[in-house]
């Protein structure tokens, strides 16, 4: 178990078994095999393939809230100019896409930045979405459905920036040191049971002069009274989220890592307009769910998801969590 430097929120209550690493992990299975129907069809997954929350600042009219999130993070990755194919004749970046969903960041990123990602998922099924949408990605864009090999030099004659996905838990994660030049976590991070070991076993993967990009939840100020915990709880439990740290914490294990902060930004101003969108299903979604549920149709899982839709809102409005972005680099110079 980490410690929280902070003192505020402890990562695990000692001796508490449901936050267990393979507690955690059986529940994010549940969740996602549980829900994966449902963010397809109606959070638009199958049309722009991510699963995170929008961001609202200077969104283009008419433009994807969530393709604007992963647009803004590659600029604090770096992307593309960092490290991307085009005149300079750099080669192109080598992206760990950690917690990778149903791949959205890896394709949006292999398209417009000519990222060679690889996304890993501890959800097969998530895994083969994404590599699904990956083809057919490539295949209305003309970019060959190739996969990139991570950990292998680039063939120098493959057009395009292809995106590949496995199966591979982010906590033990089957890559050699020194292998990316970006290690990207968009609300894959707030799942990771222990995050300082998260932190750490991710750092030796970056090459030197890499960057480690966060965006997630993090814990806000505390629950002034019992209903605001309940309500709290009530949203981490439905989205299966284990705990959120806070931004202090990440300083820490991030320098502790050895890794140096680049950018440290709360982003809830952007990301609320986006909660708000959300939030709006909820008054709708809770009671029919709750009749599927008492009539017994529908698994707990999927009633409890649609509390975590109505809370979230609220708790972020009121500070209880934050929205985080977050860029750490590794020291050396780019090769
Ligand atoms: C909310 S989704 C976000 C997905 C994606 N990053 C996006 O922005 O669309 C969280 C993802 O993290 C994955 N995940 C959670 N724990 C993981 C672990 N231990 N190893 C790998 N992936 C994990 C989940 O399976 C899920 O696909």
Same mark, same amino acid.
């Given at each position: 178990?980490?410690?929280?430097?902070?003192?505020?929120?402890?990562?695990?209550?000692?001796?508490?078994?449901?936050?267990?690493?393979?507690?955690?992990?059986?529940?994010?299975?549940?969740?996602?095999?549980?829900?994966?129907?449902?963010?397809?069809?109606?959070?638009?997954?199958?049309?722009?393939?991510?699963?995170?929350?929008?961001?609202?600042?200077?969104?283009?009219?008419?433009?994807?809230?969530?393709?604007?999130?992963?647009?803004?993070?590659?600029?604090?990755?770096?992307?593309?100019?960092?490290?991307?194919?085009?005149?300079?004749?750099?080669?192109?970046?080598?992206?760990?896409?950690?917690?990778?969903?149903?791949?959205?960041?890896?394709?949006?990123?292999?398209?417009?930045?000519?990222?060679?990602?690889?996304?890993?998922?501890?959800?097969?099924?998530?895994?083969?979405?994404?590599?699904?949408?990956?083809?057919?990605?490539?295949?209305?864009?003309?970019?060959?459905?190739?996969?990139?090999?991570?950990?292998?030099?680039?063939?120098?004659?493959?057009?395009?920036?292809?995106?590949?996905?496995?199966?591979?838990?982010?906590?033990?994660?089957?890559?050699?040191?020194?292998?990316?030049?970006?290690?990207?976590?968009?609300?894959?991070?707030?799942?990771?049971?222990?995050?300082?070991?998260? @932190?750490?076993?991710?750092? *030796?993967? =970056? %090459?030197? $002069?890499?960057?480690?990009?966060? !965006?997630?939840? /993090?814990?806000?100020?505390?629950?002034?009274?019992?209903?605001?915990?309940?309500?709290?709880?009530?949203?981490?439990?439905?989205?299966?989220?284990?705990?959120?740290?806070?931004?202090?914490?990440?300083?820490?294990?991030?320098?502790?890592?050895?890794?140096?902060?680049?950018?440290?930004?709360?982003?809830?101003?952007?990301?609320?307009?986006?909660?708000?969108?959300?939030?709006?299903?909820?008054?709708?979604?809770?009671?029919?769910?709750?009749?599927?549920?008492?009539?017994?149709?529908?698994?707990?899982?999927?009633?409890?998801?649609?509390?975590? @839709?109505?809370?979230?809102? *609220?708790? =972020? %409005?009121? $500070?209880?969590?934050?929205?985080? !972005?977050?860029? /750490?680099?590794?020291?050396?110079?780019?090769?």
């Amino acid at each position: 178990m980490s410690s929280s430097p902070s003192g505020t929120v402890p990562q695990t209550a000692v001796g508490d078994e449901s936050q267990s690493a393979h507690a955690v992990k059986t529940r994010i299975h549940r969740y996602f095999e549980d829900t994966t129907k449902d963010y397809l069809k109606y959070y638009g997954t199958r049309k722009h393939h991510h699963m995170h929350y929008g961001f609202d600042r200077n969104l283009p009219k008419g433009a994807s809230p969530t393709g604007n999130m992963t647009r803004y993070l590659a600029k604090l990755a770096g992307l593309p100019s960092a490290y991307s194919t085009g005149s300079e004749g750099l080669r192109p970046a080598r992206v760990l896409d950690a917690g990778c969903g149903m791949g959205g960041s890896s394709i949006l990123l292999a398209r417009e930045s000519g990222a060679w990602c690889v996304g890993i998922n501890l959800v097969e099924l998530h895994a083969h979405i994404a590599t699904a949408f990956a083809n057919a990605d490539a295949a209305k864009w003309g970019t060959p459905a190739e996969t990139p090999r991570a950990v292998r030099p680039a063939p120098s004659d493959i057009v395009g920036s292809p995106a590949r996905f496995v199966a591979n838990d982010y906590t033990t994660p089957a890559f050699k040191p020194e292998s990316f030049d970006v290690i990207w976590a968009l609300e894959s991070f707030c799942y990771a049971p222990d995050k300082e070991a998260w @932190i750490r076993g991710m750092a *030796p993967l =970056l %090459k030197p $002069g890499g960057r480690l990009v966060i !965006a997630d939840g /993090f814990s806000g100020r505390a629950p002034v009274n019992a209903a605001e915990a309940r309500t709290f709880d009530l949203f981490l439990k439905g989205w299966a989220v284990p705990h959120f740290c806070s931004f202090e914490d990440m300083k820490t294990w991030a320098t502790r890592a050895g890794l140096e902060v680049a950018h440290i930004e709360d982003i809830t101003a952007d990301v609320l307009p986006h909660a708000w969108k959300i939030f709006r299903l909820g008054p709708l979604i809770v009671p029919w769910r709750l009749l599927l549920r008492t009539l017994g149709l529908v698994g707990e899982e999927k009633l409890h998801n649609a509390w975590a @839709i109505y809370h979230q809102y *609220p708790t =972020l %409005k009121k $500070g209880i969590w934050r929205y985080g !972005a977050f860029c /750490f680099q590794k020291p050396g110079k780019a090769a």
